[in-house]
């Protein structure tokens, strides 16, 4: 195919030859006449030309002559036109003339001869409309949440009436991936802990010669607090993320919305399960926890305090009580179905493509850690004050 | 002639600050192919989801015969709908995407309901695909197995939102078949929005044509009719595939 033959010739980059020429025809009146080739390539230099081919002070009106092109493209036709378009906004009188053949083609299709639809301004709001905004956002967090809670109350009721509806299959396959897939992680981290717990607090008691405290100070820690609240953080990190994820891909892409119109409810379908699911592997994980930040203090006590395993189990069985143990897991039930209704709350009410998936998934994420440490300083509070 | 089985009256539709369409009403007769037609963005989505339920309208009612406003609670739904994009359960296969409304809501066997998944997914001539996850559809295919499942409960009404856009003419035009067969077959009443002029002109009785400037129903009735005598620019625009001011 020759390149005569092609509507919108494309002008060879390597001759970006184009030239402005100024001229005053009256007082105030200008006519720029352009000449040579128009090229996208060279558009950079062709903005500056015409930026800088505007006398000042401004002239009453301004001709652009386009007789003297040889060739333009799409992009240097469109620097034209919005050349034309700020120069009218200013007040200049500006207009093209001249165009033939392909040039008048591509200035009708870039609107050269139109003025140009009003763009709609967004006004950035001023600093304290910002704050106000933002803090208007996190009370709606706080309704959004409620608002939640609310329906799930609901949805239980529904559940519990028609227990058809609440896709029981799909519990066993989200305790694997919530359960047992997070053990490995959750039994490294609890076990670091135990370590480094018991290796901080084996230099302070050492110096008393208690060291055998030590697996008091681990063993109470670990099962208290220590365990449910690792465990609940890493799960909240994994599945808590991948709840809100999952469904606000779901509810960006309408798969939410087709459920719907199934006759099937979202908060049953998919919100049920997911919570139970967490509620459920919470503990289990917390005990695995609990089991293994034992551990790590023991390797400590043995390895570092040289005391004997039997004498370091005696100690713990003598500190703890199945108690202590249980209000852990009492925690770690409330941190799962925190993080399941916080997580799923955020995905459900995300919008907004793609941004929204990862805005609301970071939410989820920040909020439940949020969430946790306030649900167990309550707890420990709580406990303390009712001297359990 | 008996009562319409969709009655809108005086809706009013919208986004945020831009409204969309005001005061707009028209019926939907029993057993009619009715398509919702505009230009693009116009706001035909944005109907279909306020007929549908999904959407509270701003102002104004819409009623369907028997069941009231749609409301879309939990409970086995009086009609089907088929979304733009098709909005297939990624994590379930095509044939878990079309039984799931069988399994919930009705109390046929396994077996029953994997035959009737086969017959649906075959009406719309995606025999074999049960076992795919709807990623690996084509585009055209997952639209077909949408309109498979919105058809799963063999609903009286049905709502399909551009089913044969991106379709090839062939398969279109089995689409369109499809759709007149099951109308004139089992008095299926079916609310469609779409841009396929042949379709619009081969199985379409009556629209509504909606306008996004005067945000109101431009002009309705029997598109054939409206294409040769409706004097409207943007009417006769769409019709006719011209623009103002160019022949291509
Ligand atoms: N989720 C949304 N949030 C805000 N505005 C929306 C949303 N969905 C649609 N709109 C706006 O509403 C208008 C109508 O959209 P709608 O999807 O109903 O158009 P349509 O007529 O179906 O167009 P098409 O033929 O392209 O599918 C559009 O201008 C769009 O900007
Ligand atoms: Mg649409």
Request: glycine share 10%; aromatic share 6%; proline share 5%.
């Amino acid at each position: 195919m020759s390149s005569a033959s092609t509507d919108f010739a494309i002008p060879d980059a390597a001759a970006p030859a184009f030239h402005l020429a100024p001229r005053e025809t009256e007082p105030g009146r200008w006519a720029v006449r352009v000449e040579g080739r128009l090229s996208f390539d060279a558009g950079r230099a062709l903005w500056q030309a015409l930026l800088a081919v505007v006398p000042t002070p401004p002239p009453t009106a301004l001709t652009f002559d386009l007789s003297g092109v040889e060739a333009v493209d799409g992009g240097s036709m469109a620097l034209l036109v919005q050349t034309r378009w700020s120069l009218q906004a200013t007040g200049v009188e500006c207009a093209f003339a001249g165009a033939t053949g392909t040039t008048a083609r591509l200035l009708s299709l870039y609107g050269g001869d139109v003025s140009p639809a009003a763009e709609v301004a967004v006004a950035a709001p001023g600093f304290l409309a910002g704050v106000g905004a933002r803090t208007l956002e996190r009370l709606d967090e706080v309704r959004l949440l409620l608002d939640f809670v609310g329906r799930m109350v609901r949805a239980l009721g529904g559940v519990l009436r028609h227990p058809g509806t609440a896709n029981v299959r799909a519990i066993a396959p989200l305790l694997a991936r919530t359960g047992a897939d997070a053990l490995p992680i959750v039994v490294l981290v609890t076990f670091l802990i135990g370590f480094v717990m018991g290796f901080q607090s084996a230099v302070q008691l050492e110096q008393f010669g208690a060291d055998i405290y030590v697996a008091d100070l681990v063993g109470l820690s670990i099962t208290r607090e220590l365990g449910p609240l690792m465990t609940a953080i890493i799960v909240s990190g994994r599945s808590g993320a991948a709840f809100a994820a999952e469904l606000g891909t779901m509810s960006v892409s309408e798969e939410i919305d087709a459920l719907r119109t199934l006759g099937i409810g979202p908060l049953r379908f998919l919100v049920f399960p997911r919570v139970l699911a967490l509620v459920v592997a919470l503990p289990l994980l917390t005990l695995f926890g609990d089991l293994m930040g034992l551990f790590g203090g023991l390797v400590v006590g043995v390895v570092n305090l040289d005391l004997s395993i039997t004498a370091y189990l005696t100690q713990s069985l003598r500190a703890l009580d199945v108690w202590d143990v249980f209000q852990g897991l009492i925690k770690a039930v409330v941190f799962g179905l925190s993080i399941g209704l916080i997580a799923c709350a955020q995905g459900l009410a995300t919008t907004g493509g793609a941004e929204g998936v990862g805005r609301r998934t970071t939410t989820a994420v920040v909020t439940s850690l949020f969430a946790l440490i306030l649900i167990d300083a309550a707890f420990t509070v709580t406990f303390h004050m009712a001297g359990l | 002639m008996s009562a319409p089985l969709v009655t809108v009256t005086e809706l009013s539709l919208g986004w945020g600050e831009t409204v969309l369409l005001e005061d707009a009403s028209f019926e939907i007769e029993r057993g009619e192919i009715f398509a919702v037609l505009g230009a693009s963005g116009c706001g035909k989505s944005t109907l279909l989801r306020a007929l549908t339920g999904l959407d509270p309208p701003r102002h104004g009612r819409v009623e369907i015969a028997g069941t009231g406003a749609p409301t879309l609670s939990v409970g086995r739904p009086s009609y089907g709908v088929m979304f733009q994009a098709g909005a297939l359960f990624g994590s379930m296969t095509v044939g878990e995407n079309v039984a799931l409304a069988l399994e919930t809501w009705t109390d046929l066997p396994a077996a029953a309901i994997a035959a009737i998944v086969r017959a649906r997914l075959r009406l719309v001539g995606l025999e074999g695909c049960a076992h795919l996850a709807p990623s690996a559809l084509s585009g055209g295919m997952r639209k077909r197995a949408a309109i498979a499942r919105a058809l799963a409960l063999e609903p009286p009404l049905i709502f399909l939102d551009e089913p044969s856009s991106g379709l090839d003419p062939v398969s279109a035009f089995e689409l369109d078949l499809l759709i007149r067969t099951l109308s004139e077959g089992l008095g299926l009443t079916v609310v469609l929005v779409t841009h396929e002029l042949p379709s619009i002109f081969a199985i379409v009785q009556r629209c509504v044509f909606l306008d996004r400037a005067s945000r109101s129903i431009l002009a309705r009735g029997d598109p054939r009719v409206l294409r040769d005598t409706c004097p409207l620019p943007a009417v006769h625009h769409f019709f006719n595939r011209t623009s103002p001011g160019s022949s291509p």
